[in-house]
Nanobody, 123 residues
Framework: QDQLMESGGGSVQAGGSLRLSCAAS????????MAWFRQVPGKGREGVGY???????RYDSSVQGRFTITKDKSKKTLYLQMNSLKLEDTAIYYC?????????????????WGQGTQVTVAS
């Protein structure tokens, strides 16, 4: 069964770093598109960035230069390295995957989601 499970969330001071992990089971790791989204209460999910099966990576402009998406094939794990964290990065972070040809930061494209992990950035 295809599943995604995030870990690594927590509380950190502004300017600090966290690394989120997303462990994949089943064949989902080989999906064409894997992505990170985030959501704050009262708002929709925002696409943070994605990575394709051939290694193309794109980020939202709000995290460009601060966040890095990587994959470890041997561990079937997707990572989100978050540096220089800001108060506005506080959110629940989700990983997601789909196997469609087009990879975009659009949540409607994704059919497999993790349960989310909370990231809180404090001043």
């Amino acid at each position: 069964q295809d599943q995604l499970m995030e870990s690594g969330g927590g509380s950190v001071q502004a300017g600090g770093s966290l690394r989120l992990s997303c462990a994949a089971s089943g064949d989902i790791y080989t999906s064409n598109c894997m992505a990170w989204f985030r959501q704050v209460p009262g708002k929709g999910r925002e696409g943070v960035g994605y990575i394709t099966s051939v290694g193309t990576i794109r980020y939202d402009s709000s995290v460009q230069g601060r966040f890095t998406i990587t994959k470890d094939k041997s561990k079937k794990t997707l990572y989100l390295q978050m540096n220089s964290l800001k108060l506005e990065d506080t959110a629940i972070y989700y990983c997601a995957a789909h196997d469609k040809a087009v990879c975009r930061r659009r949540q409607d494209l994704f059919n497999t989601w993790g349960q989310g992990t909370q990231v809180t950035v404090a001043s």
